[in-house]
């Protein structure tokens, strides 16, 4: 599909360039940080970000939804995906734009003026990682760029939209546009949960926006996090499937699909029906060995990139999950949030 036609995949979140290098004891002192830890960015922590650049950084465009939709264009023809976020007027902006474009990802970023780029840097010791994340101008997108017609046009002409649950702390009503317009057209909608804390402490903003997803992801601690904050008295993940499976929808043309990613534990995915009966699958994590993995993170953000590719590319449920597990058992034994170069052909398991 070409560009001026649009993108048939529009993802929506909070972007983030990531900056990782190997690092030692002495780098970790400095910014009194642990080995194996993620914390939000304080004013002593603002120097870091050059002194990994110093030691040779390897540069990743990062946030959840930004590695999904890489994943996703990694496996789909070219221009089938644009991404949507706020960065800075500055060099980490530059760099993030390049190599979302690298990665063959449209981007329509908010520049903020007064915000530097949302950066994370990470610090990797042995198998340790230890992230310093500093928000800033991915905390500013406005429902007011969404709606700019130059980028609505794009919302228009995309059929599938995806979008990350840290979201949920930023702009909500960019989301709830977002729903809107796929209920009215019956177009995908799909929602990460993200992290346990957004069940937890963005309950009333989660619940606003799961009325309108058609498809809801989550891993099983986001999972129990959501079943606790709504006192359904159950850590069963099936069952827990099966509720989310069963919430309120706006567009009943589809079945809401609940789909809980468990490590490598079977992932459980729940159908739902308008007769309100709840069909359950269990698929199984591609196996590869412990030598073999590098990094879980991002496996997460992977899975659902490959997933979203299945869904644009018209393939059935079963295939979207398998090639969900295919990117994501790619993801994890390379370093970071990425996949592997030169492109790897998905095939079925």
Same mark, same amino acid.
């Given at each position: ?28 002192? =400095?910014?009194?940080? /642990? ?5 939000? $960015? +304080? +004013? /002593?922590?603002?120097?870091?970000? %050059?002194? #990994? ?90 429902? +007011? ?8 046009? #794009? ?8 979008? @990350? ?9 960019? &989301?709830?546009?977002?729903? +809107?317009? $796929? ?19 963005? /309950? ?15 891993? %099983? ?6 079943? %606790? @904050? ?11 499937? /099966? ?30 029906? $308008? ?5 359950? =699958? ?27 590719? @299945? &869904? ?11 090639? @969900?597990?295919?990117? $994501?058992?790619?993801? &994890? ?9 030169? =492109? ?6």
């Amino acid at each position: 599909m070409a560009a001026a036609q649009g993108y048939p995949l529009l993802c929506l979140e909070n972007p983030l360039l990531d900056i990782q290098a190997r690092g030692d004891a002495a780098l970790l002192e =400095k910014y009194d940080l /642990k080995p194996n830890d993620a914390i939000l $960015a +304080e +004013e /002593k922590h603002m120097g870091i970000y %050059e002194d #990994l650049l110093a030691r040779d950084a390897k540069l990743i465009p990062g946030g959840a939804a930004q590695n999904t939709a890489r994943g996703a264009q990694y496996m789909l023809p070219e221009n089938s995906v644009v991404y949507i976020g706020c960065i800075g007027k500055d060099k980490y902006g530059e760099i993030l734009k390049k190599t979302c474009e690298e990665a063959g990802v449209h981007t329509e970023y908010r520049i903020d003026e007064t915000q530097p780029t949302g950066k994370c840097g990470v610090v990797i010791t042995g198998h340790d990682r230890s992230m310093c994340t500093h928000l800033a101008a991915a905390n500013e997108y406005k429902l +007011e760029h969404l709606k700019q017609p130059e980028v609505w046009s #794009l919302v228009e002409k995309a059929q599938h939209y995806y979008v @990350g649950g840290y979201h949920l702390t930023v702009c909500v009503p960019a &989301i709830l546009a977002l729903g +809107e317009e $796929a209920a009215a057209k019956n177009k995908t909608f799909m929602l990460s949960l993200s992290a346990p804390f957004i069940a937890q402490f963005f /309950k009333d903003q989660l619940d606003s926006v799961l009325p309108y997803t058609d498809y809801t992801f989550c891993n %099983e601690t986001e999972a129990i996090a959501y079943s %606790e @904050g709504h006192q359904w008295g159950t850590e069963d993940i099936t069952e827990i499937a /099966k509720k989310l499976a069963q919430l309120p929808k706006k567009n009943t043309q589809r079945p809401r699909v609940a789909i809980v990613t468990q490590g490598t534990l079977p992932t459980i995915v729940a159908i739902g029906s $308008a007769t309100g009966d709840v069909e359950v =699958k269990e698929f199984k994590v591609r196996e590869i060995s412990k030598e073999a993995i590098n990094d879980t993170n991002g496996a997460g953000d992977a899975f659902a990139g490959g997933f979203c590719a @299945g &869904i644009v590319a018209g393939k059935s449920l079963d295939d979207s999950i398998d090639m @969900g597990q295919w990117l $994501a058992s790619k993801s &994890i034994q390379e370093l970071g949030p990425s996949f592997p170069s030169p =492109k790897q052909t998905y095939s079925r398991s």
